[in-house]
């Protein structure tokens, strides 16, 4: 393939990935908006909440993620057996993990209680994980049908669940949490039940989709037989991806933690940029999902010069959106800040201050972020997942925690030394990861 035909290819999948991705985002917003309304307290234990079911989730997901590049390989040899069975799989590593995961969300008020958070805040959070618990069994359920559509390069329909997905999420919570539409009214639970509904709707919708559209896949076929040979493969390859995840998780958790400290306008401000870099890495995790599609094909085919003509395209199209995005960061600050503020916030003068100074930094941040989330996306795809674990454990916590706090306290640059440890330590992960990946992976395919 030219690199032409490659840019199409990494195009047409990843744009569908990226949609998916800023619908999420959506999602999420939608229900932080929505309970705000509703009240203060609502919106702090459903925060408390959220954060502690995704750090189960996300640990869950990296099983269902394993299935992208194996289920690539073995599509890009025609194997409709193997994708299959790994998909299968992945369905059974994943609701073998909700085995001990969904009791302890269901479970987790009196951990809430234990941590010190306040009692009516924590009795509320555990009323909506009481509910909310069961959605990670369709949730991750979804995330492995989209590995398994995602490394077929059918991402379309990815798309337009999500999308649907967003828009019933606005109804179900409008009637649920406020009690309209002839619904009761829930608060948190009301949240709860909607999430969970939508997430279950979803997880329908795929597998209809795909039994439908699929049949040759026969996706369910003796889905209660163990496949102890696929199975370990998916565990392989997908614990370190959790893992992964949960370092990168708890690395900007503890940045927020820090940035805390320093008192309520600085950590208001890092929310803020935080936010904003948020909503643009969206594209480059969708094209990060789309790299480890290609690599894994590319694998498959054991083509090495596929792979690296493939992996520039990646890289380029990446770096074309953080160029995009210095430009927006470093030239609208005020205005992008602005949004999240009423235009009479007493603070909103420190706010800004703060608010461009950490935009700043986030436009370095997005670069050394898209590189090393590219570079992650590349070696799954070449199913190289245990060593970058470590790259990235080490880079984050080793480097990227220590230095926020010498920077930020030590050194005493505030919440601006805090996002330049990130930078430090995304920076290491990206050229540890990206140096594998050249020096190592694609001499190996």
């Not at 997905?165 to 009690?179: D, T």
């Not at 709860?192 to 279950?200: G, K």
């Not at 795809?381 to 060593?387: C, P």
Request: charge should be positive; proline fraction near 4%.
């Amino acid at each position: 393939m030219t690199y032409s035909q490659h840019a199409r290819a990494v195009v047409n999948l990843g744009a569908p990935l990226v949609g998916s991705q800023l619908a999420q985002i959506a999602i999420q917003t939608t229900d932080t908006l929505m309970l705000g309304w509703y009240g203060v307290t609502e919106l702090a234990a459903v925060t408390v909440a959220s954060a502690l079911y995704f750090i189960v989730f996300i640990l869950g997901a990296g099983l269902a993620w394993a299935v992208v590049p194996l289920a690539a390989a073995a599509a890009e040899m025609d194997d409709t057996t193997q994708v299959r069975r790994v998909t299968r799989m992945g369905l059974w590593a994943c609701f073998v993990f909700c085995v001990p995961a969904v009791p302890l969300l269901l479970s987790a008020g009196w951990l809430l209680n234990r941590m010190g958070q306040d009692p009516a805040v924590a009795a509320l959070a555990g009323d909506y994980l009481g509910l909310a618990g069961w959605m990670l069994v369709p949730a991750l359920v979804v995330m492995v049908l989209r590995s398994f559509l995602s490394a077929l390069e059918l991402t379309q329909i990815v798309l337009w669940v999500t999308l649907g997905a967003a828009g019933l999420n606005v109804l179900l919570n409008y009637a649920f949490i406020f009690g309209n539409l002839g619904a009761p009214e829930l608060g948190v639970r009301g949240a709860a039940l909607a999430s969970v509904t939508i997430m279950t709707v979803s997880a329908l919708a795929l597998l209809v989709y795909i039994l439908r559209r699929l049949p040759d896949y026969d996706l369910l076929r003796r889905l209660w037989r163990p496949d102890w040979s696929a199975l370990g493969r998916v565990f392989q390859l997908g614990w370190p991806i959790g893992v992964t995840n949960i370092a990168e998780v708890g690395l900007f958790g503890f940045s927020s933690l820090l940035v805390g400290w320093l008192g309520a306008v600085p950590l208001a401000a890092h929310g803020i940029a935080l936010q904003l870099a948020s909503i643009t890495f969206m594209v480059h995790i969708g094209l990060s999902q789309a790299a480890t599609v290609r690599a894994g094909r590319a694998l498959g085919r054991h083509d090495a010069t596929s792979l690296k003509r493939g992996a520039r395209v990646v890289i380029a199209l990446s770096g074309a959106m953080v160029l995009l995005t210095v430009v927006v960061f470093l030239g609208f600050p005020h205005p992008l800040i602005g949004l999240f503020m009423a235009p009479d916030e007493p603070a909103r003068a420190a706010i800004l201050a703060t608010g461009t100074v950490l935009l700043a930094c986030a436009a370095l941040f997005q670069l050394a972020d898209a590189v090393q989330v590219i570079a992650l996306g590349l070696l799954r795809g070449v199913q190289d997942t245990r060593v970058p674990m470590i790259f990235a454990t080490v880079s984050y916590w080793a480097i990227g925690a220590p230095a926020g706090y010498l920077f930020g306290f030590t050194f005493g640059l505030g919440a601006p030394g805090v996002w330049l440890g990130l930078v430090l330590g995304l920076s290491g992960a990206a050229v540890t990861m990206m140096t594998r990946f050249w020096r190592r992976s694609v001499r190996e395919v």
